[in-house]
């Protein structure tokens, strides 16, 4: 399966929506799509969802002898896989660019900014040391991949908890996790990458772009910074001009966020812990739940089709006085405190006679007022409503 | 257990107790004959539906769309080559549309579409074994509403199901629209909408209200649109 096209007229409709400073889901421009972190049920197993991107991450890990080059060190890979679920064109088991660059960028941000203490996950020196390897799976690709992958991969390696393990001169026992307390791995600092794209060659520079934004994007600014706001990774995709101020003034910014999202993770982590402590059952049912329809997608609909909708609701709730012009003339009022209900009032508001707003500062003590009697000798046939 | 009508049936459910007409059930999309007597089979996802006196179909949230002869769609053009084009509509084959095949396109006269562009077209041809062919023009070699689109609107991808929905006559939600702004909208049959107002800000209100409306069961949207009339 290939990929779509992105047409002209959507290329063009961005880029024009993005001159009158507008994104199409409403976000402004450095505003970030919703974050979620979930843990399952196993140590090191995370779901994340950026809007409507979402990344599966797992850590697993086995003893393995280490590099020559660095006996004493444990191993970490980072390994990022694109599979037709997250979108049709991406085929599984290829190297493609984006592959490519998914898995430099988590490996530059996580492993070579050295956020694993890799040598406490050393057994023996030149012979077993710990292997973990983190798996992050794409579940669905809405754009910006690299920043829901690599929360996922950093809040998994965060979640995870290894085997204990016992030496006895050359043998080597690894305990159950029911046996002994799994040991959780050091984590010096907690590099996230946070992305920028950048259209109209480095005017606009938006924040968490969509599938579309990336696709129109001139180029794609990815930044990894830790909660010390020290860049442990920049990657420039893509040709655009781009002066050095704008892009010390995008690390800026993206600092502050990553700080949100490093707080976000820990605060996740802590209630994960507190309800395992507690013994409750952890698994994704609850962000599945959630993560179901929009709510309040009736609510834009009739907000789009019209703005006077609002208004017309008040105006069925408020105090309404009516006088008719039958033989009979006696007032109505539809309000909840006097007994009417508002089936008399609308055939006259469809007719559309005489009806006027008063403004709604007038209070409610105003309304009792005018109900007497003697006003409705003065106008038969007339509606009016007040706020 | 054997599903009734209005249920969510998943492939491999098994509908027993037809009904019938002179010994014929009609069966739609979704529905296989099962080697039992009166019973059939489901092969996709999604709500059974029933319309006496003997028709059955599966209506599910379908995105994949499936050509069928005499469709109007609205494609992509994706590659250019010679006299021939390939659309891109959304099935999993592209579909040829000839250069030729426009209102008044001779061999020196060619309209000029670029890649990326999109246009809207009827499928002349839908087989299985063969790639799918657009034309522009009706039989009369007039393009009536067909042709390429301009390149001022957005188009955006919504699920089949929505699209029937969008089409029923019974269906107020375009009316309404229209009530409130002034837009020209080609809906597809493969799902592919393309919307163009007069200015920006109405185009993206328009995506919204049809984003939302997809959400919606048709139910509500109507309650809506009746409340605003």
């Known amino acids: 399966m290939r990929e779509s096209v992105i047409t002209n007229c959507e290329k063009k409709f961005i880029i024009k929506n993005l001159e009158e400073h507008r994104r199409l889901d409403g976000r402004a421009f450095d505003e970030f799509r919703d974050l979620s972190i979930d843990f399952g049920r196993d140590w090191g197993c995370c779901y994340v969802s950026l809007g409507k991107t979402r990344v599966l991450a797992q850590v697993s890990c086995e003893i393995q002898q280490p590099k020559s080059s660095r006996p004493s060190e444990g191993i970490l890979s980072v390994n990022v896989e694109l599979n037709p679920l997250g979108a049709p064109h991406f085929e599984p088991n290829r190297q493609t660019d984006l592959f490519v660059i998914l898995n430099r960028i988590l490996e530059k941000c996580i492993k070579d900014s050295k956020a694993v203490d890799l040598e406490s996950l050393c057994i023996k020196v030149n012979e077993k040391v710990w292997a973990f390897r983190v798996d992050v799976n794409v579940l669905n690709h809405e754009g910006n991949i690299i920043d829901c992958a690599s929360i996922a991969a950093l809040a998994a390696l965060a979640h995870f908890r290894r085997p204990d393990i016992t030496c006895d001169g050359e043998d080597t026992i690894i305990h159950s996790y029911s046996e002994r307390d799994p040991i959780h791995t050091v984590i010096h600092h907690y590099p996230v990458c946070i992305s920028y794209a950048i259209f109209n060659e480095g005017d606009v520079i938006v924040a968490d772009p969509t599938l579309l934004e990336e696709g129109v994007a001139d180029a794609n600014l990815i930044i990894g910074l830790n909660g010390y706001k020290e860049v442990c990774g920049l990657h420039l995709g893509g040709k655009a001009f781009l002066d050095p101020d704008s892009i010390l003034r995008c690390t800026t910014k993206a600092a502050g966020r990553a700080n949100i999202v490093i707080q976000h993770i820990k605060k996740v982590l802590a209630e994960d812990s507190e309800k395992r402590n507690k013994g409750i059952v952890i698994g994704f049912e609850s962000a599945l739940s959630s993560s179901s329809a929009d709510i309040n997608s009736l609510e834009k609909l009739s907000l789009c089709l019209d703005n006077w909708k609002v208004q017309k609701k008040d105006k069925k709730e408020s105090v309404v006085v009516t006088v008719e012009s039958n033989s009979e003339t006696h007032v109505d009022a539809t309000v909840e405190s006097l007994d009417e209900s508002s089936a008399v009032l609308l055939p006259v508001e469809e007719n559309g006679q005489q009806v006027w707003n008063v403004s709604s500062s007038e209070s409610d003590s105003d309304v009792e007022m005018i109900v007497p009697q003697s006003f409705k000798k003065i106008k038969p046939s007339s509606t009016i409503c007040i706020d | ?229």
């Open chain 2, 1 to 229: 257990m054997p599903a009734t009508v209005g249920d969510f049936v998943v492939p491999g459910d098994v509908i027993a107790d037809l009904n019938s007409l002179n010994g014929v059930t009609l069966t739609g999309p979704g529905l296989h004959s099962h080697e039992e007597h009166n019973c059939l089979l489901v092969t996709r996802a999604g709500t059974l539906c029933f319309k006496s006196p003997n028709i059955y179909w599966v209506e599910g949230l379908q995105k994949r769309y499936y050509p069928k002869k005499g469709d109007l769609v609205v494609g992509i053009v994706t590659k250019k080559a010679g006299n021939i084009m390939k659309v891109d509509i959304g099935s999993s084959e592209l579909a040829c549309l000839p250069l030729l095949a426009f209102e008044g396109a001779t061999k020196k006269q060619k309209p000029d579409l670029q890649v990326g562009d999109v246009v809207y077209a009827r499928l002349l041809s839908a087989h299985r074994e063969m790639e799918s062919e657009l034309v522009c023009v009706d039989s009369y070699y007039k393009a009536g509403k067909l042709g390429p689109l301009s390149s001022d609107g957005f188009v955006m991808t919504i699920n089949l199901n929505f699209v029937n929905r969008l089409l029923d006559f019974n269906c107020p939600l375009l009316h309404t629209l229209g009530k409130k702004y002034v837009f020209e909208v080609a809906i597809g049959m493969n799902g592919k909408v393309w919307i163009n107002s007069h200015n920006v800000n109405d185009t993206l209100n328009l995506m919204i209200a049809l984003l939302a409306a997809e959400q919606e069961s048709i139910d509500n949207v109507t309650k809506v649109c009746r409340q605003l009339m």
